[in-house]
């Protein structure tokens, strides 16, 4: 037998993270992608009247410094010399082009603080939530990871900021599965992607990951989060039937961006064969098992795991020293929650690791 460490951390979008995402101020990011969507449709449709090419204009003015309209053919815009004077098209069908995110820069001390926690928690088999592209995992490993891990897996998904979830790892892969064409009612399931990756340990043993990443409670123009969630938590409960879940090694893991009491959570989290492995280890002691501060302390980032695989169970933790203020935090939950320290590194809300734990459990296999 052996210890395999399997993780989960949402990274932020380290890599290129879009300057919309880079507040402090959550509300402020939520009202700016509310814009951006606004925005989208008007550009859907097919007769520009005045008064919409005027919302169109007002609308571009205010949110240029985070997107770019890219003109693949025809010209959305009037422009004299580089500025933007008014709109062009009369409709969507005059031209074809995308709305894409400008980039934030990062500094060096974010990226190797992000690199800190991961090498503090020490997984054999990491998922990476909010990461941008295979080639950026593999350049993170290769450049800050020393070489950790051999294996990288991201697929594009269906966020159209480009916020993916995928997944590194020191054992090669088998079947690999996307779920970014998954319906529901002719409505598209998961707001990223549920991937599901066989992970080889052994030439006979294999551990099945499903990597998530649910609608988040923020940007809910029309509130309807909580009904994508539990319709996301009801498709991940189906594909978990195509495993034997007594027998058969599987991972659920990734940001559920929901509580453990939710009701969007509930058809995941009451399934009998599925177990959280920070309940295992805490029990229902949710000042050890938070993972994400906002307003509140909260258990939003999990590892479930089969039955089989909780047969192999031999403890699990979070690590959230990458996290900015966690001493403050924690000082100021007047002791409902236990005192910890970021790392010294982490000197400010825009070089943290990120604003979530990383989740991580044991396994003798």
């Known amino acids: 037998m052996s210890t395999i460490k399997i993780a989960t951390f949402n990274v932020e979008n380290l890599f290129e993270r879009p300057i919309v995402f880079n507040f402090k101020d959550h509300s ?5 992608l509310e814009n951006v969507d606004k925005l ?38 009037k422009k004299r010399g580089w500025a933007v004077i008014g ?38 088999i990491a998922c990476v939530i909010e990461a941008d592209n295979r080639i950026a995992l593999k350049r993170f490993d290769t450049h800050l990871l020393n070489s950790k891990y051999k294996y990288e897996m991201l697929i594009d998904g269906n966020d159209q900021r480009g916020i993916d979830v995928g997944l590194i790892s020191k054992y090669v892969f088998g079947k690999i599965q996307t779920h970014i064409y998954d319906k529901k009612s002719n409505k598209t399931v998961f707001s990223r992607d549920c991937l599901e990756v066989e992970v080889k340990i052994t030439d006979t043993k294999s551990i099945h990951l499903l990597i998530n990443h649910f609608k988040s409670k923020g940007y809910d123009i029309d509130g309807t989060s909580a009904t994508k969630r539990k319709r996301q938590a009801n498709r991940v409960k189906e594909i978990l039937q195509n495993y034997d879940l007594q027998n058969d ?33 805490h ?34 933790g979070i690590e959230r020293r990458g996290m900015y203020n966690l001493k403050k935090l924690t000082t100021d939950s007047n002791g409902t929650i236990p005192i910890e320290e970021q790392f010294d590194t982490v000197t400010h809300w825009t070089n943290q690791a990120s604003d979530h734990g990383a989740v991580w459990a044991k396994f003798d296999i």
């Not at 402020?28 to 700016?32: F, M, P, Q, W, Y």
């Not at 989208?40 to 169109?56: F, M, P, W």
């Open 28 to 32: 402020i990011g939520d009202e700016i």
């Open 283 to 316: 029990g229902n002691d949710m000042s050890k098992r938070w993972t994400y501060h906002y307003n509140n302390f909260e258990q939003i980032d999990y590892i479930l795991i089969s039955t089989a695989l909780k047969n192999h169970f031999i403890s699990a």
């Open 87 to 124: 709109v062009k098209a009369d409709g969507s069908g005059d031209w074809d082009g995308s709305i894409e995110y400008k980039k934030a820069s990062f500094s060096d001390i974010a990226r190797e603080n992000t690199a800190k926690v991961i090498k503090s928690v020490n997984a054999d």
């Open 249 to 281: 090694l599987v991972v659920v893991a990734g940001d559920l961006n929901d509580t453990p009491n939710s009701d969007p959570l509930k058809p995941l989290l009451s399934m009998t064969d599925m177990h959280d492995v920070l309940f295992l280890e």
């Open 40 to 77: 989208r449709k008007l550009l859907k449709e097919t007769n520009y009247t005045d008064n919409r090419k005027a919302k169109i204009l007002s609308l571009y003015k205010d949110l240029k410094k985070y997107i770019i309209i890219r003109e693949d053919r025809g010209k959305l815009f």
